[in-house]
């Protein structure tokens, strides 16, 4: 009972100094606002991130070659270094050969689902279709199936099929997107199938026939960044693997690989024996090795820097709340000094100095509760706004936010104790004789 009136007393001292109150609150407000946007943009930005890059498949491994330590020198006889000085790209003896790959599919039948293998050419222009005079770029890129058959859980075969290693080998046919189409192509996706186009790829011009034609699905950076333009778009287009080498003038291996696990397997572990692998091929490499990395403890890691970034903005942020509470400290002694005789008057009536005390708590924790509920709201309003402005779907945190306002209260009770427990200490005598 006495709890409710303590709280009726402390919200009629709030209407009763409405700008003295928001003033004092102001603090607390834009410190938890401040905080709850920060942790909201956060998760935002964290959620985005990590779910595109899971898109990217989180039981892929990529396996690549990078150059040794200077200091390594492992692999030569009495420890002498041989190694050429510092080449910038890998010969065709260091590549990672199909001969390789294959020896690893022998021997880990179980634990690989696939191997995905890819070429970049490069860019491709063509004329837009209905407008010779505007042209439209492309990105053209070799792939096998297994490559492919990757891409078609995200972007599904509109019309027609996606390339086939054994069918297409050697032949200049490509899988195109529906955009690619609609600017390039002209009319329906089924009547593009079988028609042939020209790209003109490092000055040289390159005749394709379209095998299939895949879903053209917007790209968020893209679009962040102003590229929403229709001749501005660019998509790929996927022609066979040896093709790919033959006119980007590559060797016949790969500096890098993508393994994907097969269902079950624990990527996080599988990683480190597919990089010690292949490494074993390096071992009397004087310049190149092998390493694995995954997409899952990138994500981790990427996820573990975003939070603590997150964190650490937040920290400073809150900082504002120690401002707010050192205002509420500074009115709750207003308050007692305003009201000194009141205060003699209730412990000459017999009130107990810890009922004067729990009255001014109570009033600085009701006064911090309301700047907190403030904070709160304007705090998942402007995350809101921030994350819609950068094209990310708003995520507020609720553990976030109880804390904010538990800490709102946390600070009334720790900076409303001084002034609380100054007013209980009152002598009434002098309290009464107070003017």
Same mark, same amino acid.
């Given at each position: ?18 700008? =003295?109150?928001? @003033? ?59 190694? =050429? ?28 689902? =696939?191997?995905?293998? *890819? ?8 004329? #837009? ?28 075969? @509109? ?17 195109? *997107? ?48 102003g590229a929403t333009d229709d001749d501005q778009i660019q998509t790929n287009v996927y022609i066979p693997l040896d093709v790919a080498?033959?006119i980007a003038g590559a060797d016949a291996g790969y500096q890098t690989i993508t393994v994907v696990a097969a269902n079950g397997v ?9 990089? *010690? ?15 694995? *990395? ?33 205002g509420v400290m500074n009115i709750m002694m207003v308050s007692v000094t305003e009201r000194t005789r009141e205060i003699g008057t ?78 209980? #200490? ?6 009464? =004789?107070?003017?």
């Amino acid at each position: 009972m006495q709890l409710f009136e303590n709280i009726s007393m402390a919200l009629a001292s709030v209407r009763s100094n409405k700008m =003295r109150s928001l @003033l004092t609150m102001l603090g607390i407000i834009i410190g938890i606002a401040a905080v709850i946007a920060i942790v909201t943009v956060g998760n935002s930005m964290t959620g985005t991130v990590t779910d595109s890059m899971s898109g990217m498949g989180v039981s892929n491994i990529t396996v690549s070659l990078t150059q040794k330590d200077s200091d390594d020198t492992s692999g030569t006889a009495q420890g002498v270094t041989l190694r =050429r000085f510092m080449d910038s790209t890998p010969a065709a003896d260091d590549l990672i050969s199909q001969e390789m790959i294959d020896d690893f599919m022998a021997d880990f039948p179980d634990q690989v689902n =696939r191997i995905e293998l *890819s070429q970049e050419v490069g860019n491709g222009t063509i004329a #837009k279709y209905g407008d010779p005079n505007t042209t439209i770029r492309t990105t053209v890129s070799g792939a096998n199936a297994d490559s492919l058959l990757a891409k078609e859980e995200d972007t599904p075969i @509109l019309a027609g099929r996606w390339l086939d290693d054994e069918k297409d080998a050697g032949r200049y046919v490509a899988v195109v *997107s529906e955009k690619f189409v609609e600017q390039a192509i002209g009319g329906s996706n089924t009547d593009a199938i079988g028609k042939s186009f020209t790209l003109t790829i490092n000055k040289n011009l390159y005749t394709f026939y379209i095998t299939g034609v895949y879903e053209y699905t917007e790209d968020v950076y893209a679009s962040m960044f102003g590229a929403t333009d229709d001749d501005q778009i660019q998509t790929n287009v996927y022609i066979p693997l040896d093709v790919a080498k033959s006119i980007a003038g590559a060797d016949a291996g790969y500096q890098t690989i993508t393994v994907v696990a097969a269902n079950g397997v624990d990527v996080t572990s599988f990683v480190d024996t597919v990089g *010690s692998y292949f490494a074993c091929y390096y071992t009397y490499n004087d310049t190149w090795t092998a390493s694995a *990395s995954s997409i899952s403890s990138l994500v981790e890691s990427m996820t573990d820097m975003l939070n603590t970034l997150s964190l650490g903005i937040s920290a400073i942020a809150a900082i504002s709340l120690l401002v707010g509470g050192i205002g509420v400290m500074n009115i709750m002694m207003v308050s007692v000094t305003e009201r000194t005789r009141e205060i003699g008057t209730r412990k000459a009536l017999g009130a107990p100095g810890s009922a004067i005390r729990m009255q001014f708590i109570t009033e600085s924790v009701i006064l911090c509760m309301i700047g907190g509920v403030i904070g709160v709201v304007l705090g998942i309003a402007l995350g809101a706004a921030l994350s819609s402005v950068v094209g990310m779907t708003a995520k507020p945190s609720i553990a976030s936010i109880v804390v904010a306002v538990g800490f709102s209260m946390a600070i009334g009770v720790f900076f409303g104790y001084y002034p609380a427990n100054k007013a209980a #200490k009152l002598n009434p005598i002098d309290a009464l =004789r107070y003017e």
